[in-house]
């Protein structure tokens, strides 16, 4: 998923879920966030603090980075690609281990993960932890299928877009089937991680697809259903956190907000997640939704960000960089997503994938 879902429909859903608009706007702010926090190591203070911040993302050019595969699995596997713990019948014991760490659509592991998001909302950083993991949590509709390290079940040896009703007669279907697209899906299957292999088509909301395994399984992909569940999914944990109660049961969208979430993850046809994130937001600020009409924004560098709030400054280089400490720094949303970042990887890794006789460290 990209910044439409991971932010904009993050904050309808908290909305709807019953967050006051203050805290969907950490909540959806700290699930975008996770794409773009690339950078880790210390930061640096004049008068001798010092906060090491980490990094829950790679750019898709980090080719190094990408290719680490101790690297992978604290970064893709914890936040993007949550493994499923399930094998296929037939699969030797040798290879079971890959296909239990292969992302699977809303988990076990996965609502374990809220349940305990639910359960535990005494630290400072609870909101931003809460975001983090509805990031996670939502990927697992968006990157069922793939695996958050360097692994052969994630070589696509073919990819088809569905020519459906819904966009067939639209340059995207053009765009996305041309020799453009074929040139790029060669050049990105020399680098099995993750979704690399299928580029793009996971996070495309509209789009109904399928790929072919280089070992000939043939997997179909239905992407506004598999988004819509995701946003039901995502209400429903957050209607959740907020009555503090993991045994809750699931409650249905009113009929309308539904009906306007579906439409937009259907017609909203740009390939670009900032060009359909635009859509988004001018559909919240016009009332779509049954909260009424909010004002709602995301900046993820430089003046207006939750880093420049935090420190002040937000230079291209700063690992040599000193800046000027102030104890609002302690309560910043920047340094609160980073512990929130440092709690969720250390969870997932140590606590959660254990409970389940993971070992994936």
């Excluded at 765009?175 to 697209?181: E, F, I, K, R, S």
């Amino acid at each position: 998923m990209q910044i439409d879902f991971h932010h904009a429909v993050t904050y309808v859903v908290a909305r709807l879920g019953g967050l006051s608009a203050a805290d969907a706007t950490i909540v959806a702010h700290a699930s975008q966030y996770v794409d773009d926090a690339t950078h880790d190591g210390p930061i640096r203070f004049a008068t001798g603090e010092r906060y090491v911040r980490a990094s829950s993302a790679h750019k898709t050019l980090e080719f190094f980075d990408n290719a680490d595969t101790n690297d992978n699995r604290q970064v893709w596997l914890p936040f993007h690609f949550l493994p499923g713990n399930q094998v296929p019948p037939k699969v030797a014991a040798s290879k079971a281990f890959m296909h239990r760490i292969m992302c699977k659509p809303g988990s076990d592991v996965a609502f374990e993960m809220m349940r305990d998001c639910v359960r535990d909302q005494g630290t400072p950083f609870a909101l931003h932890r809460l975001g983090v993991a509805l990031h996670t949590f939502v990927d697992t509709w968006a990157h069922q299928q793939f695996v958050g390290t360097i692994c052969d079940l994630n070589r696509v040896k073919d990819l088809h877009v569905h020519p459906d009703a819904a966009y067939k007669d639209h340059h995207v279907y053009d765009d996305l089937t041309g020799p453009a697209q074929h040139i790029e899906q060669y050049l990105a299957s020399h680098m099995p991680l993750g979704h690399a292999g299928a580029l793009t088509l996971p996070d495309l909301p509209f789009l109904k697809w399928r790929f072919k395994r280089a070992n000939g399984e043939v997997v179909e992909r239905d992407n506004p259903t598999d988004f819509l569940t995701a946003a039901r999914a995502a209400f429903n944990v957050v209607r959740r956190y907020v009555a503090k109660d993991v045994s809750l049961p699931d409650a249905p969208l009113l009929a309308a907000d539904e009906l306007a979430i579906d439409q937009l993850l259907r017609t909203n046809l740009k390939i670009e997640g900032e060009d359909r994130h635009r859509v988004w937001l001018t559909a919240i600020a016009d009332g779509r939704f049954s909260f009424g009409a909010e004002q709602v924004g995301y900046v993820d560098h430089g003046p207006g960000s939750w880093k420049t709030a935090a420190l002040g400054d937000d230079p291209e280089n700063d690992l040599d960089w000193e800046y000027e400490f102030s104890d609002a720094f302690l309560t910043s949303n920047w340094k609160r997503f980073h512990d929130a970042v440092h709690h969720h990887r250390a969870y997932v890794i140590h606590e959660l994938l254990p409970q389940f006789g993971l070992c994936a460290t």
